[in-house]
């Protein structure tokens, strides 16, 4: 009888909480690409005012995602009463903040150079911001895995590594998709070609550290790896967002397609990334909420 | 042993150095009282208990023996024959302080003669005539003793050898304790008794709620006397009252047996009908009790004033006379057949918490009036539209007043140490709500206003009465009566002058004054000292918190506690004792003996009231002021010494004797109280008790009260849930030949099937609690437990049944069939004949 | 001066007094009306509406004579942990730690993130939804009263944290804890945490002496995993797990160094790769 009585909360965190940290995973991945684009180079220049103006939204939708999480918008103000170092979440919300000034800048760096705003609004954002909207990117989508795995729920301090890892990796991932979608409906090509390059290489890597994660966390990954859950994660994430984009996208820079079945191609590999992205985060939360009630991992915790 | 309410009190418990729990769910039901045994145990002291079921009791005693229902005198029985044949009894206490040398008449035959009976015993009246159950006297009178207890006639002897079949075989095979456990228990008590040290024994209703409840506490008593507990600190047998006040409602009688006091309603069955012959049946010679009459006139005094004088025999007249038995059962039966008008329910809940509770409710459809005084809407007030009946064919006139709960009025409440503690008002009664006191009291002055004009000569009790409880003084609710007013009536007063009476000592039978509850005297000794209200504590017997009756005194017959010559027995025990120097008995409790009155007194042959006790008779209500091991004629109905019957439901038969149950337990085999007569169909025993959770309607309308035990449910054994297929947590049904009820299924290690005499027994436990309102709720063992009852006290057989179960759950109940023939014989007048017996 | 809790199980009745009287003195409603058939706790767990929370663990021995048969009851209650994983996680400053060295969570200024709930080893704060989800009973049957009487203190929060406040109100008033004065048999002891751990050091000690050798100290000592002390500490007869308390419980916060390091490196390589294919032709 006792076994069954859960010892740890579970989250109440849910489908909004779950697109919080995927929409913070390709913020942080759209930081790091519009640093990459070289503005010498047109089709780059391009990407740049795209990924810019795509991170700005982004991060501007976070804000109500939250907030319709806390329930009253001025609950979110409580968030900006004190800066916590050891409170992911209090420095994960300054980061978002800072995150989200650096990519308005930008954005209107961008749409000022290219004339829909006026042009001294250029100098609104001084060339530093670049870097720092990938830096703070980095940590945005970083900060959403420590965010989890900072806590008390087994398989998520099972993952204290792996997680933050994993989802900066997918957050790379997810933006690369997300650049190769606006870049094929754009007919911007050329940058299409090395979104998905580096999207093959995140997702590598996320791949590669999930399956570590699953080899080493034993117990405590099992609410995750294994049962009911796992199976949506296999063919969702793993083999629908990460192998078949990979392969595709594999098949892309191999194979000479003509243009609209490439550009085809482009849509379903970048949109079965997305998805594998989001059911990830889905993954970890529900995941979570079941590892919560496992009784024999709440009582010897991960350290 | 001659009052009415526990030798020890509650703190007292911290002194023990053994406690044995039996016939209690102590931890429980009583769980702020538990305190004092978890601080005796962290003394060190021994906790037993000894249940049905391990409960959360058995959890902190150290020594836990399962036993089955019903079956608790043959192990007192064989703890007495232990005792006496391993010469393990405090010696020297049980030949001064107990009758065990007194010489039993030649024609008493005991149980062992008689298969199972008594001498006595008139099968056609099914009663016993006890003239036998005496001691022999010699030619003065005096009753013949035997120090040496060589006689064999002698009450130890005699107990001895009604106990020698009374072996740990016995307990072992009947009751389901193993041998082992039993001496172990045995050596324990008995190491920690004597001289030095003392053992305490509580109960309740564990112990009274059967055919023989009083005999199975009375056993109890042989056993502490014989180990020299009582009198003494840490001893004693701590009774656990029950509701809050319960102690205060038998004190002020309740009962219909009774005037307030412990003084014997006057009775039409004996010849009573003035104050002389009421007092000549009545009044014991030698003792305490000669003071009767003082506390009778008083009484009477109190209850009519002016109008009481010596001329009118104090309007003893006025008086009602008993002409059978009114007690509740009977009184259910003759209500359901017809023969009650009208009926008055406060503080009470018997639609849910009585036995045969349907019998109950469709009784109230036979009323033509019927008042309920509650806090709440109960299943007894809401009998008229119950689950299956029909409110358009009951004709009963309903009226519910709103009570005032206790926070919402002052007065005591006396508690189980026999403790009066004042209660302030914290709140205004909610809605219309009015105070008990404010309804009896209305109910007077209506009373009397209609009869103002009467020139009946019936009708002068009512004019008589007195009932001036208004106080100018005391602000409050305009027409609300002092209870302080009242409880200064209940102390008493000198009536020429008004003046408060300070001890009952001070009580005279001439009229001069005038006492309620002679045993209350002292409480408010002058007209400013409510010792109710005093709350200084100490260390030792907070003599100042409080005030217990008789006389604030804390331990009863506490020259116990000292030796014969005075002395205490052991400086470890010391007590109360004997100061040679100031001439007077001085210790840390007021002592329960005459203050002055030197330990070598003799006796006085011959000679009446306290003058016919030694200095060294301890028991000073008892006639001859030892403590009774063998109870003389006349006292008890059903047995001087304690005999071991059956439950008249039980799956096994008796071991001992050929006699199955108590023969003078009370029957009604009637169409609508059905007896399971067949083990076979009926195979476990069934248990009722309490939950600390819940007490009745009150708890199951308090949320959060209700969410800790939300549901009705039934305790069972693994095994028995496997052979029958009852899952944990699920719904079971319970039945028996009288109805079925449901609960969910609690299946806990904790009960644990029994082997007795090769068979294995299981039994199952349900809680009493559960009725059909309330947020917590379910149906109630009362559904199915048919009404019989003890021959001396009335009470039920609620704690040792037999019954069957299943999975799943029970029919909707169908419309009742208050119709159902009873035939004639079989039916119930009111005041029917107080002869129990078989039928 | 720290004050907490000292609970000895070895006195404690399972009575539910404490739970009783928490929920009253806070007004907190009832979580319904379910039976569970695990033993007599039809609590379950502490929870947003349930400060106090007597377990029972029934071990029933295989004896035949039932003498060693077991069943223990323990009053559980939030820590007050030295080092406190709610406290740290609480991105509003809402949870502080007040005069009292407890860890006190302020209604107003909490936000409902969640964020201590999840952060908690030992499974205490939990959100309280807004009334109308967490009042179970049927309100038809429920004289309007006391439901009032039962929600009013959280009628203007609504979906917030909710954990025991160690009684900080009746605390500032100089008033011993609603739990602990209910307690009949002093299971639950209240006062200084210093003083409290010295007689919980002695108890132990005697009832080694005694032959109860399981008897144990939980959270008296640094508990481990970076959390402490716990100001409300425990006795217990058994293993901790036995009780539903974690015997390695982890503060959250010291995994973060090794998740930030983690997310930097696969930055940095990311980045790497990242400037390797864009600067390529
Ligand atoms: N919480 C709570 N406390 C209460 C009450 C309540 O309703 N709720 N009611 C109060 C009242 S009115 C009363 S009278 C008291 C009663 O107080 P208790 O008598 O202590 O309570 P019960 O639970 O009725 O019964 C006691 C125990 O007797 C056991 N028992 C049953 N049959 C036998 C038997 O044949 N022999 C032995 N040795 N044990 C047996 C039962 O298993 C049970 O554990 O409690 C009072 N206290
Ligand atoms: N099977 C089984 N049956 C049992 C028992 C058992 O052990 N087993 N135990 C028996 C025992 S010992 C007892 S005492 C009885 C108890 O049985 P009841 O006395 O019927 O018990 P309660 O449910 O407590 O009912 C008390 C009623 O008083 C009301 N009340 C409370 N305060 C006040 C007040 O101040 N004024 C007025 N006027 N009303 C008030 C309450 O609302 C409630 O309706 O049950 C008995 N029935
Ligand atoms: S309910 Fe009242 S009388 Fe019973 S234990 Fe609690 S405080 Fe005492
Ligand atoms: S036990 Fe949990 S809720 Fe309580 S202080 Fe520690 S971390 Fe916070
Ligand atoms: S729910 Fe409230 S108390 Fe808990 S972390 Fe969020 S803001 Fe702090
Ligand atoms: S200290 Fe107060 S808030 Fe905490 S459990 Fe005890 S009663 Fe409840
Ligand atoms: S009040 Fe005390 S004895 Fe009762 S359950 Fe709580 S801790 Fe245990
Ligand atoms: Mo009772």
């Known amino acids: ?303 | 042993m001659g009052r009415g309410g526990a030798t020890a009190w509650v703190p007292d418990l911290a002194n023990a150095d053994c406690i044995l729990i039996q016939g209690s769910n102590f931890a429980e039901a009583h769980p702020v009282a538990f305190r004092f045994v978890m601080q005796a145990k962290e003394r060190g002291a021994t906790i037993i208990h000894i249940d049905p079921r391990f409960t959360r009791t058995s959890a902190l005693a150290d020594i836990f023996a399962p036993i089955r229902s019903g079956t608790d005198i043959v192990f007192l029985g064989a703890l007495v024959s232990w005792l006496i044949e391993n010469k393990r009894y405090f010696h020297e206490y049980v030949s001064a302080y107990t009758n065990a040398s007194f010489v039993v008449r030649q024609d008493f035959q005991d149980t062992d003669d008689l298969d199972g009976l008594f001498s006595g015993w008139d099968a056609a009246s099914g009663s016993y005539d006890t003239t036998s159950w005496d001691f022999e006297r010699d030619a003065q009178g005096q009753i013949v003793t035997d120090e040496t207890f060589e006689h064999p006639r002698c009450v130890l002897n005699v107990l001895r050898r009604h106990y020698a079949r009374y072996t740990p075989e016995m307990v072992e095979n009947t009751c389901g304790i193993p041998v082992a456990t039993f001496t172990h228990i045995a050596e324990i008590l008995a190491a920690n008794s004597g001289r030095e040290r003392t053992t305490a024994f509580a109960y309740a209703v564990g112990w009274t709620q059967h055919s023989s409840g009083v005999q199975f506490v009375r056993c109890s008593a042989l056993v502490q006397l014989l180990l020299g507990n009582i009198g003494r600190p840490g001893g004693g047998i701590m009774a656990l009252r029950g509701h809050a006040d319960i102690q205060g409602a038998t004190d002020i009688a309740t009962l219909y047996d009774l005037l307030p006091g412990y003084l014997p309603m006057p009775s039409a069955l004996r010849t009573e009908s003035t104050l002389a012959e009421y007092l000549a049946s009545n009044q014991k010679k030698t003792g305490w009790w000669a003071n009767m009459p003082k506390y009778v006139v008083s009484q009477l005094k109190a209850f009519y004033g002016k109008a009481a004088t010596p001329e009118n025999d104090f309007c003893f007249s006025y008086l009602p006379q008993l002409i059978g038995d009114h007690s509740m059962l009977p009184t259910t039966f003759a209500m359901k057949d017809g023969n009650v008008r009208g009926y008055f329910v406060i503080g009470q809940n018997p639609g849910a918490s009585g036995q045969n509770a349907e019998l109950v409710r469709s009784a109230m459809e036979r009323l033509e009036w019927f008042v309920n005084i509650d806090s709440f809407e109960n299943e007894t007030s809401s009998f008229w539209n119950r689950e299956g009946a029909d409110p358009s064919t009951i004709a009963t006139e309903c009226f519910f007043l709103p009570a005032a709960t206790v926070l919402e009025k002052e007065g005591t409440m006396t508690q189980t140490s026999r403790m009066l503690q004042w209660h302030d008002k914290a709140l205004e009664p909610a809605g219309t709500s009015k105070t008990d006191l404010w309804y009896f009291y209305e109910l007077g002055k209506r009373l009397k206003a209609l009869y103002a004009d009467s020139s009946d000569e019936k009708d002068r009790p009512i004019l008589d009465m007195t009932w001036e409880y208004d106080d100018p003084d005391e602000p409050g609710e305009p027409g609300e009566p002092s209870a302080r007013k009242v409880l200064q009536e209940i102390n008493g007063y000198v009536t020429a002058t008004g003046e408060q009476v300070a001890s009952f000592a001070d009580l005279k039978d001439d009229g001069s004054t005038a006492s309620g509850v002679w045993i209350y005297t002292g409480v408010f000794p002058d007209a400013t000292t409510n010792r109710a209200r005093s709350r200084v504590g100490d260390d030792s017997t907070s003599l100042g918190w409080g005030w217990a009756w008789p006389a604030n005194r804390r331990t009863l017959y506490n020259r116990a506690s000292a030796d014969p010559l005075g002395r205490p027995w052991s400086e470890r025990k010391k007590y109360v004792w004997w100061d040679e120097t100031k001439g007077e008995w001085t210790g840390v409790d007021v002592p329960d003996f005459p203050k002055t009155k030197a330990p070598d007194t003799p006796a006085i042959a011959g000679a009446s009231g306290m003058d016919a006790h030694s200095g060294a008779d301890p028991f000073i209500m008892l006639a001859q002021g030892r403590a009774q091991l063998f109870v003389p004629a006349g006292e008890l109905k059903d047995a001087p010494i304690p005999a071991h019957y059956e439950p008249l439901q039980s799956p096994i038969h008796n071991a001992l004797y050929a006699q199955e149950v108590n023969p003078m337990m009370r029957q009604w085999r009637r169409p609508d109280n059905r007896y399971n007569d067949s083990p076979h169909d009926y195979p476990y025993v069934l248990t009722t008790y309490r939950i600390t959770e819940m007490s009745g309607i009150m708890t199951r309308y308090i949320p959060w009260l209700a969410e800790l035990q939300p549901e009705a449910f039934c305790e069972l054994d693994p095994e028995l849930a496997v052979e029958k297929g009852i899952r944990n947590g699920e719904y079971m049904v319970i039945s028996t030949a009288l109805g079925e009820m449901e609960a969910k299924a609690l299946v806990s290690g904790r009960m644990r099937p029994l082997r007795i005499n090769g068979k294995r027994v299981h039994q199952i436990g349900i809680p009493y609690n559960y009725g059909r309102m309330g947020f917590a709720r379910g149906d109630s063992p009362g559904e199915l437990i048919a009404l019989s009852m003890d021959p001396n006290v009335s009470i039920h057989e609620s704690k040792s049944l037999t019954c069957n179960i299943r999975a799943g759950r029970r029919a909707p109940l169908a419309t009742p069939d208050i119709e159902m023939a009873v035939p004639a014989q079989m039916r119930t007048t009111i005041g029917e004949s107080v002869a129990h017996g078989a039928q | 001066m720290a004050t907490g809790f000292f609970t000895d199980t070895t006195l404690c009745i399972g009575c539910k007094a404490c739970e009783v009287a928490c929920k009253q003195w806070n007004e907190l409603p009832s979580d319904g009306f379910s039976f569970t058939g695990d033993s007599y706790d039809n609590t379950v767990e502490l929870s947003g509406t349930t400060w106090r929370h007597v377990a029972f663990v029934e071990q029933i021995a295989a004896t035949p004579d039932g003498v060693e048969d077991r069943w223990l009851m323990s009053s559980d209650v939030c820590k007050h942990c030295e080092n406190a994983g709610c406290l740290e996680a609480c991105p509003t400053g809402a949870i502080i730690r007040n005069e009292f060295g407890s860890v006190y969570i302020q209604p107003d200024v909490c936000n409902g993130c969640g964020y201590c709930v999840v952060s908690c080893p030992f499974g205490v704060v939990d959100l309280i939804d807004s009334l109308g989800g967490t009042a179970k009973y049927s309100t038809a049957n429920l004289q309007e009263s006391r439901l009032d009487a039962s929600k009013t203190a959280l009628a203007h929060t609504g979906g917030v944290a909710g954990k025991c406040t160690l009684c900080y109100d009746r605390q500032t008033l100089g008033m011993v804890p609603a739990c602990a004065k209910a307690c009949p048999t002093d299971s639950i002891q209240f006062g200084d945490v210093a003083t409290l751990r010295e007689r919980a050091k002695e108890r132990v000690t005697t009832l080694h002496a005694r032959g109860e050798t399981s008897a144990q100290l939980y959270g008296a000592d640094d508990i481990g995993g970076g959390i402490g002390t716990l100001n409300a500490f425990f006795l217990l007869k058994d293993r901790p797990s036995v009780y539903n308390l974690p015997e390695r419980p982890v503060l959250p916060s010291t995994r973060q160094p090794d998740g930030y390091a983690a997310a930097a490196v696969i930055a940095v390589g990311l980045a790497i790769a990242g400037w390797a294919i864009f600067r390529s032709a």
Request: charged share 15%; glycine share 8%.
């Open chain 1, 1 to 303: 009888m006792n076994d069954e009585k859960p010892l740890l909360k579970a989250p109440h965190w849910g489908a909004n909480v779950t697109t919080y940290l995927f929409l913070g995973g390709i913020m942080g991945g759209l930081g790091l690409i519009q640093l990459l684009c070289d503005p010498r180079d047109e089709s780059m220049r391009k990407l740049r005012r795209t990924t810019r103006i795509a991170s700005f939204l982004l991060a501007a939708v976070n804000p109500p995602i939250l907030i319709s999480h806390l329930g009253r918008p001025e609950r979110f103000l409580h968030m900006m009463r004190i800066v916590k170092l050891k409170s992911p979440m209090s420095v994960g919300v300054w980061g978002l903040v800072l995150y989200s000034g650096a990519a308005g800048a930008n954005m209107v760096r961008e749409l000022a150079q290219s004339g829909v705003l006026p042009s001294w609004m250029r100098h609104f954002a001084p060339h530093a911001l670049t870097f720092a909207q990938a830096v703070l990117g980095a940590f945005t989508a970083g900060y959403t895995g420590v965010l989890l795995s900072a806590t008390a729920v087994p398989l998520w301090a099972a993952g204290k590594r792996h997680i933050p890892a994993a989802s900066i990796s997918s957050g790379a991932a997810s933006a690369c998709a997300l650049a190769s979608l606006l870049s094929v409906i754009e007919g911007n090509h050329e940058a299409c070609v090395k979104t998905e390059r580096l999207e093959m290489v995140a997702s590598a890597v996320e791949f590669a550290i999930l399956m570590d994660f699953r080899r080493v966390s034993g117990d405590y990954g099992k609410p995750m790896f294994e049962g009911p859950r796992a199976e949506k994660f296999r063919t969702v994430t793993l083999i629908g967002g990460i192998a078949v984009p990979i392969a595709l996208n594999l098949l892309g820079q191999i194979l000479p397609l003509p243009k609209p079945v490439d550009a085809a191609r482009t849509v379903v590999a970048s949109v079965l990334t997305l998805l594998g992205g989001y059911v990830l985060r889905e993954t970890f939360i529900e995941s979570g909420k079941a590892s919560a009630a496992v009784r024999q991992t709440a009582i010897s915790q991960p350290t």
